[in-house]
């Protein structure tokens, strides 16, 4: 697998190849050089409203899934994740969140879409 999902805190490895951001803020407490992003696709990122939306806790992690799913369409996010898609295809991946459960975010359901792919 040359995608794979880490928290932006954790250090840099050698094996990550390209650093994307994909969350809409900039990380909290995190220096710009410290963080070591490549690429930062903020149109990627799932909407102010749906974010409010899930940790708000008014739904499930599906449903926040389906409804990323159907934002991902849009036709500036397709072509942001197809250029992930392209860097995968070329070789190793690291997707970055400031999330505290990566596996229960909208960086999950990027990480299924482009093992897909």
């Known amino acids: 697998m040359n995608v794979r999902v880490h928290r932006v805190y954790d250090p840099p490895e050698p094996e990550d190849g390209v650093r ?11 220096a710009k050089d410290a963080a070591h992003v490549d690429e930062w696709p903020k149109g990627l990122t799932p909407s102010t409203e749906l974010r409010r939306w899930y940790h708000a806790g008014d739904g499930s992690y599906e449903e926040f899934a389906e409804r990323y799913e159907a934002e991902l369409a849009a036709p500036e996010a397709s072509e942001l994740l197809d250029r992930v898609r392209e860097l995968v295809r070329e070789g190793d991946v690291t997707l970055l969140t400031a999330s505290k459960s990566p596996e229960e975010s909208h960086a999950a359901v990027l990480l299924r879409l482009l093992d897909e792919a």
Do not use: S
């Open 20 to 30: 994307v951001l994909v969350d809409r803020l900039w990380p909290r407490g995190m």
